[in-house]
């Protein structure tokens, strides 16, 4: 993903951190590329690489600068391969992953949505309204009702 101040996940990153900051959180965005201003407390880890080998690639280097930076908290926002790869990087070091869902849990777009289990192995889920979070609830058992 990048870090911009246009586009729907993008003001959504911002109003997170924004949140976060004036809580007294570090906090560290990890994306391939960041334009316009920032919150000078904000933190950028930029994946560059010159050798992309294909998604593999792209999840080992998220995890790892996850990893470099000390994220303590992982979340993502929607069910595609930002998502897939912060489940895989929460997963593989250890730490906390929320997520942010909207009516895109239910389009069958995507072969690594994973839905259920991204639910299942989140520590926290946000549900933007009260039928998003049935319709989670019923993909998933029910774990975070």
């Not at 593999?56 to 990893?67: D, G, K, L, N, Y």
């Not at 391969?81 to 997520?99: E, K």
Request: aromatic share 12%; glycine share 6%; with cysteine.
């Amino acid at each position: 993903m990048r870090y911009s101040w246009t586009g729907g996940t993008e003001r959504y990153l911002i109003q997170l951190s924004s949140q976060l900051l004036e809580r007294g959180h570090e906090v560290s965005i990890v994306c391939r590329s960041h334009k316009g201003d920032a919150d000078p407390r904000l933190k950028f880890e930029v994946l560059r690489s010159r050798m992309m080998l294909g998604p593999a690639f792209r999840m080992w280097s998220f995890a790892r600068m996850v990893e470099l930076s000390g994220a303590r908290y992982l979340h993502s926002y929607f069910f595609y391969d930002q998502s897939f790869m912060v489940m895989q990087a929460a997963w593989l070091l250890d730490i906390p992953r929320g997520v942010s869902c909207y009516a895109d849990h239910m389009l069958d777009d995507y072969p690594w949505k994973l839905v259920p289990l991204q639910v299942e192995l989140a520590s926290v889920v946000v549900a933007t309204s009260a039928r998003i979070k049935r319709e989670l609830s019923a993909k998933s058992g029910g774990k975070h009702d």
